[in-house]
């Protein structure tokens, strides 16, 4: 199994600009999750789906965040205009069933500087 | 509000001893603590877990502690590997809910 498969790894962007990541979960997961990491606040849920559905997205910080689930293979996270404060590391997760209790399974990352 | 915390950001031991790491919550219907591993560069990776109704899990060189009374919990790993070097995040379920809300971590270093 590949695991979660995030891309690209590194995004390095200017003000302003429209940033997408991309997150393919382990296949037969129906959990898709979206974390941000910084120094300042750790951890933090954004967005989470079941069966492509968005469930919560009480954590995604203002409207220029913006996530979409297609299909149970494929999700984006979008910013849309970028600002400096973005910058952190994005973490997709996929979970079966849900990640109350059950293992996340985290995808390496996506290292976002906007400059 | 960080309903996770855990105070200390680093902590280096040597080889073979043991590493003790710490986890205070302040909700109290949490039923179920998580610990994870992170690599540089590498996504967190599930450790142990353990049920709310236990005192105590064990896996192998790592075993967790629950004081409900003191809404704290603690990783033991013992002895202490250098590829144990890595930063720990202790996770908890919000009830009814399907997500985990993490500590901000404890990076820890093991020197030989």
């Known amino acids: 199994d590949a695991g979660v498969i995030q891309s690209p790894r590194h995004e390095v962007t200017e003000m302003g600009q429209e940033v997408t990541l991309r997150c393919k979960p382990i296949s037969g997961h129906n959990s898709l999750f979206w974390y941000r990491q910084t120094m300042m606040r750790g951890l933090e849920l954004l967005i989470y789906?079941?069966?492509?559905?968005?469930?919560?997205d009480s954590g995604m910080p203002e409207d220029r965040f913006s996530a979409k689930m297609p299909n149970a293979s494929f999700s984006t996270l979008k910013i849309q205009p970028s600002e400096p404060r973005d910058s952190a590391v994005y973490f997709c997760?996929?979970?079966?069933?849900?990640?109350?209790?059950?293992?996340?399974?985290f995808g390496s990352g996506t290292q976002l500087s906007v400059l | 509000d960080q309903q996770v915390k855990q105070n200390s950001p680093s902590l280096s031991v040597q080889e073979g001893r043991i590493s003790i790491l710490n986890c205070d919550y302040t909700?109290?219907?949490?039923?179920?603590f998580l610990w994870y591993k992170k690599y540089p560069a590498e996504g967190p990776t599930f450790l142990i877990s353990i049920s709310s109704i236990k005192d105590k899990n064990e896996d192998g060189r790592f075993t967790v502690f629950l004081n409900k009374s003191a809404k704290h919990l603690s990783l033991h790993i013992v002895p202490s590997q250098p590829g144990d070097s890595a930063v720990y995040f202790c996770a908890a379920p919000i009830q009814g809910a399907q997500k985990l809300v993490f500590g901000q971590g404890t990076r820890l270093t093991i020197n030989p």
């Open positions: 909700n109290s219907m949490f039923d179920y």
């Open positions: 789906f079941n069966n492509n559905v968005p469930i919560d």
């Open positions: 997760a996929s979970s079966l069933r849900g990640g109350g209790g059950e293992k996340l399974f």
